[in-house]
């Protein structure tokens, strides 16, 4: 295929500028991947901490995720067909070429959710600005999710080690400590709706009201001097299930302990940056623990280095986030809500304006998502 394929290119920096809008070629379609044109796009935090962080080789493309309209699939490939609605995520910012801020995409199945084509309207283009839409029902709305729910599902399915159906969880609880992140907003409704457990999580008190309507029973400020007595005495000894988004040391710890109260059963604590138990400061001598970690750069089934950290995907991951995947979200997406949308102008130049809001840490509880302009 010829034609542009305008791209966010890492020049190889560690700080602003670290990328330059060049035109690169349509890639080619290797048998396991889809070519994917890409409508709109949304912002990460991977999406500046891998350039920063010194993670970036000159030539990687930048971003993750995107959604579009599939134009061409590897022979290998099943399920999916040219002209199919769709959003996925890349590995950006990590090899040449790879990465979602691109006008093509090359994307791995396990990271390509197929939207009914009743559920998405082409022609609704969600306006620049703040947006309180909330369903999936543009491209949009579709880019906004994908990335997080492919970390949901692994933490859920293969750290948390959490089951469909289980009557038990009527009366347990999962902390999800930062609920208004991208992820904490997939990961109340999830734990909610498709496992049944109750949900306490912690965000500034003006997320209140959207969490509360995506089902979390408790939300408790994490700015508060007591938030880990508040948990401990909601959750009376019954949170089985912890998930850190936030994972810095300091809310590891907090999540640690927020959940000492559980003396009977166990207690599975997942975070999303590698951090170890080791890294705990407090009473160490608690023996009903499992921890995990997830990272979604394994989800497409290929080993990946992180930080300087190998990470090997097993056949146990693959199974449990494929049956999420393909069994259980499909059903789901036409009842699943984004955060707020922050819509920036349309074009790839807006890649600036995103990374730095994301930067300076000026998103709260909202995704910041931009449309293509080709
Ligand atoms: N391992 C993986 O595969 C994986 C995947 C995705 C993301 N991540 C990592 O996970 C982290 C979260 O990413 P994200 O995109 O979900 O986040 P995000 O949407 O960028 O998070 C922004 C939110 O963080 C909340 N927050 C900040 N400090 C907090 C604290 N101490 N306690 C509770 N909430 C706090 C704020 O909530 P309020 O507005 O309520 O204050 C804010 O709305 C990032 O470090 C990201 O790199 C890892």
């Known amino acids: 295929m010829t034609g542009n394929n305008r791209a966010a290119v890492s020049n190889g920096n560690k700080s602003v500028p670290f990328y330059e809008i060049k035109n690169l070629s349509i890639p080619s379609v290797p048998k396991g991947k889809v070519l994917v044109k ?12 891998h350039p920063v962080y010194g993670m970036t080789p000159e030539g990687a493309v930048l971003g993750s995720d995107f959604s579009g309209i599939v ?35 090359l994307a791995d199945p396990p990271l390509v959710i197929k939207f009914d084509k009743s559920q998405l309207d082409q022609s609704k283009v969600e306006p620049v600005g703040d ?10 709305g579709a880019a906004s999710v994908t990335l997080g729910l492919s970390t949901i599902a692994m933490s859920f399915t293969n750290q948390l ?3 469909v159906n289980e009557p038990s969880y009527r009366d347990q ?3 999800i400590w930062g609920g208004a992140t991208a992820s904490g907003v997939l990961a109340i409704q999830v734990a909610k709706d498709i496992y049944g457990l109750k949900v306490i999580t912690t965000a500034s008190p003006r997320n209140n009201a959207f969490l509360k309507s995506l089902g979390a029973d408790h939300i408790v400020n994490y700015n508060d001097k007591d938030v880990i007595e508040k948990i401990r005495k909601i959750g009376g000894g019954k949170i089985h299930f912890a998930l850190d988004t936030i ?14 109260g559980t003396n009977e059963g166990t207690v599975a604590i997942d975070n999303l940056l590698l951090l170890n138990p ?3 400061k407090t ?8 921890f995990g970690k997830t990272l979604a750069y394994v989800a497409n089934g290929e080993p990946t280095v992180f930080a300087g950290i190998p990470v090997a995907p097993d056949a146990d991951l693959a199974a449990d986030y494929g049956n999420f995947w393909y069994n259980i979200l499909p059903g789901y997406l036409p009842k699943l809500r984004h955060s707020n949308l922050k819509v920036l102008n349309p074009g790839l130049e807006s890649v600036h304006e995103g990374l730095s809001l994301l930067m300076d840490n000026k998103v709260s509880g909202e995704k910041v998502v931009f449309r293509a302009d080709n």
Do not use: C, M
């Open 173 to 175: 609880y999962i902390l």
């Open 71 to 105: 134009e061409a699939v590897g022979s290998e490939v099943e399920g999916l067909a040219k002209g199919d609605y769709v959003s996925g995520w890349a590995h950006g910012g990590y090899e040449k070429d790879i990465g979602g801020f691109q006008d093509w995409v």
């Open 247 to 260: 994972s810095s040391l300091e809310t590891f710890q907090l999540v640690y302990d927020a959940t000492a």
């Open 131 to 140: 947006s309180e839409s909330r369903v999936i029902d543009n491209f949009e």
């Open 38 to 49: 890409a409508i709109a796009y949304a912002f990460n935090p991977t999406d500046w901490k």
């Open 161 to 163: 080690k959490l089951k």
């Open 278 to 280: 080791e890294e705990i």
């Open 283 to 290: 009473d160490k001598s608690r023996t009903n623990l499992k």
